[in-house]
């Protein structure tokens, strides 16, 4: 178990730390207070590049390898940022061609970070030589473990840039995938309002227009952007690859919210590393589905430094944040929590950002795990301490431990991104809103979930076979081939669970002429004739037929669909509007599985009442039987069951023992009931003697 935290020795020299004799001597008192804490790794240098090469050629890694030195001598590992996220001043100035040109047709200027085009060939030549010239210098550093390619690859919105270089590689992507312009014309539509092209030239970038652009050329630029950013990172992971194969490569992701395709991403990865910013969301659900969706993008071929599988959370955030309105403090036994939550769902390192807060530049007042004086003694570096002591007494009994689950939610970005496109039917229906209703009410009844592509190939059919459901809300995009690999799965002995605004468009985001949802009309056993949305302050109603259990009355909100049944088996009608007694919920056999549809959005308690009706249908298997505001989730190993139990109230809760439970973090066996503190943790297994 790797647990440490983001340093930036460059921040902690004379004048801001040590002495004009020794400017540097802060670093030695850093690595103490790190041992004190339990870290045994830190991330350093993701922002340095102007430090190492203050001068074009003239390089000094020197100061980098006294800092790695003494993380060496204290035992502290560590993790390299290759510098790219911040290019000095002096590329910029000499090279104003390699700055982002927005979709306005503005440059983003220097002087922050990120100002750089990943479509620039100058930008990819500096980059090789910086990245070459610190793997040479520092590779063979024995602290090294893993790099880390560049910091927040497209942040701050520089995932699409429309310089002249950007058009130049958009028309060859465009060339080597159409390879004709009549298959070009004929695959975007572009006969709506005149769009046709007779020259690759000619096809344009989507900026700034009168109106919406061609959604069938947006979806391709989006997934030229997104193979724009892996293909940068794949140059330098090629390049660390070729320099230094003993050491595995990452980059810090964020849990959808950046505008590429992240398990392509994964692809180009040894592990996925994630920037965790669960210091806002009050609700578990919404940091958990964050951790659940990164411990799913990658499933094989995941190389960590110690071996282990899962993933790793470079940056946890200490404390509180800089960039909301009111940036509130962390409450005690928060951070641990969290931090509980990360290992409870499959992390394999976690590093608090940053290791103290700084006393230049913008973030200023984030909070770190040591306060501006540095000294120690404050209330979050304590927690660190005790959080990290939990780790040393935890880390054995986690190795080889996973995550497993039964059941998933399949989840695509040309997808997401077609759902993002104006002009949709109702813009208050939203993918990432209708993935939640899901997502947590399996969350909430404590059952584990992966997140997968939509399958395309043998592999991913045999992967999605292990679950026993999945879960399409609003799979709008449906590719050719999906559709017969999700029967395939059904077909098998699957449950599918879709929903409305399901293969209305293919993958070109053109609509169907064989009905909705297309090519899965013989799946579910209906035809989805016309759709309905309806505005966010009205409603309709559902009547259950009494297969389905539901506890309350239900209302339709934002989309009703108009279906005509086939060979389904309706389960719930809508009782109002010209459609009042047509399908709005149904189940169909196929082969030696079953495919439920649901014909509109119902409100979250019905979510819960599905997932309970499913456990019972598909042989579930509960985790704990605990009040409803425990999070519980599980790691497992061979005979070892690893039980995580976190109380997200401020408030005590009690939870019933009906077995005996031994908690690895005091050594107590608990049985009966037990109070589980405001923010408390238990790690448990059934072994009711303490282990060795
Ligand atoms: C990201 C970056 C960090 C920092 C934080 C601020 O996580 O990687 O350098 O700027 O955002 O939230």
Not at 45 to 67: A, I, P, Q, S, T
Request: hydrophobic share 40%; glycine share 6%; aromatic share 12%.
């Amino acid at each position: 178990m790797y647990f440490g935290a983001d340093y930036h020795p460059e921040h902690w020299v004379w004048p801001y730390a040590g002495t004009p004799e020794e400017p540097e001597s802060r670093w030695e008192r850093d690595a103490q207070l790190m041992v004190a804490a339990g870290v045994n790794v830190v991330r350093m240098g993701e922002f340095c590049w102007g430090l190492y090469e203050r001068e074009e050629g003239k390089y000094d890694f020197d100061w980098m390898r006294r800092v790695m030195d003494i993380m060496k001598a204290h035992g502290i590992q560590v993790v390299l940022g290759t510098p790219t996220a911040a290019p000095p001043l002096w590329l910029a100035r000499k090279h104003p061609e390699i700055l982002p040109v927005d979709e306005n047709g503005l440059i983003l200027h220097e002087g922050t970070r990120h100002a750089y085009s990943m479509n620039s060939d100058v930008y990819w030549e500096y980059s090789r030589k910086i990245v070459t010239a610190l793997a040479r210098a520092l590779g063979q550093h024995p602290a090294l473990i893993a790099w880390q390619i560049d910091n927040g690859i497209g942040g701050h919105g520089t995932e699409f840039s429309f310089n002249e270089e950007s058009r130049h590689d958009w028309h060859a992507w465009l060339k080597a995938k159409y390879e004709t312009i009549e298959n070009l014309n004929n695959c975007l539509g572009t006969r709506f309002w005149s769009q046709l092209v007779s020259d690759w030239s000619e096809v344009p970038m989507p900026m700034r227009a009168p109106t919406v652009h061609n959604p069938a050329l947006l979806l391709d630029w989006m997934r030229f952007a997104s193979d724009t950013c892996v293909s940068y990172v794949r140059m330098q992971a090629d390049l660390l690859h070729e320099l230094t194969p003993h050491v595995p490569v990452t980059t810090n992701l964020r849990a959808l919210s950046r505008h590429y395709d992240h398990f392509d991403m994964a692809e180009v990865l040894d592990f996925v590393s994630l920037d965790s910013y669960a210091t806002l969301k009050n609700q578990p659900a919404e940091n958990a589905v964050e951790f659940d969706i990164m411990r799913s993008l990658k499933r094989t071929g995941i190389r960590t430094p110690d071996g282990e599988g899962g993933f790793w959370v470079i940056e946890q955030k200490a404390g509180n944040v800089n960039w909301q309105e009111v940036n509130s403090l962390l409450r005690p036994g928060v951070v641990r929590l969290f931090t509980y939550q990360l290992v409870s769902r499959g992390a394999t390192g976690v590093l608090y950002f940053f290791w103290r807060s700084p006393r230049i530049g913008s973030e200023k007042f984030y909070g770190g795990v040591l306060t501006h004086d540095g000294r120690g003694d404050n209330r979050v570096y304590r927690e660190i301490c005790q959080i990290g002591e939990e780790m040393k007494l935890l880390a054995p009994v986690l190795k080889g431990t996973r995550v497993v689950a039964e059941t998933a939610i399949l989840y695509s970005h040309p997808n997401t991104w077609a759902l993002q496109f104006p002009m949709q039917p109702n813009r208050h229906f939203k993918q990432r809103e209708h993935v939640m209703l899901f997502y947590r009410a399996l969350h909430d009844r404590n059952l584990a979930v992966d997140f997968v592509r939509p399958p395309t190939t043998d592999e991913d059919s045999e992967a999605l076979a292990r679950y026993k459901i999945l879960f399409a809300p609003s799979l709008h995009l449906l590719a050719g081939g999906e559709a017969d690999r999700l029967k395939l799965y059904v077909q098998n002995g699957g449950t599918l669970v879709a929903t409305c605004n399901t293969g209305l468009v293919d993958e070109h985001n053109i609509a169907p002429d064989t009905g909705y949802p297309h090519d899965l009309i013989d799946l579910f056993g209906l035809e989805v004739q016309e759709f309905d949305p309806i505005p966010p302050d009205a409603e309709n109603h559902v009547v259950f037929k009494g297969t389905f259990p539901a506890s309350h009355l239900y209302s339709a909100r934002l989309w009703c669909d108009i279906i005509e049944p086939h060979e389904c088996e309706v389960l719930a009608t809508f009782s109002q509007d010209f459609y009042a007694g047509r399908p709005a919920m149904t189940i169909n056999s196929y082969g030696l599985g079953r495919a439920i549809y649901l014909g509109t959005v119902f409100p979250p308690a019905f979510y819960l009442d599905l997932v309970a009706w499913l456990r019972q249908l598909c042989n579930l298997h509960p985790l704990l039987k605990v009040p409803e505001t425990v999070e519980v989730s599980l790691r497992e190993k061979d005979d070892l069951r690893l039980y995580f139990l976190l109380n997200h109230q401020a408030t005590p809760v009690r939870i019933n023992f009906l077995k005996p439970m031994h908690d690895y973090l005091t050594g107590n066996v608990f049985s009966g009931s037990y109070d589980l503190p405001p923010h408390g943790v238990l790690v448990l297994d059934e072994k009711v003697a303490k282990p060795a």
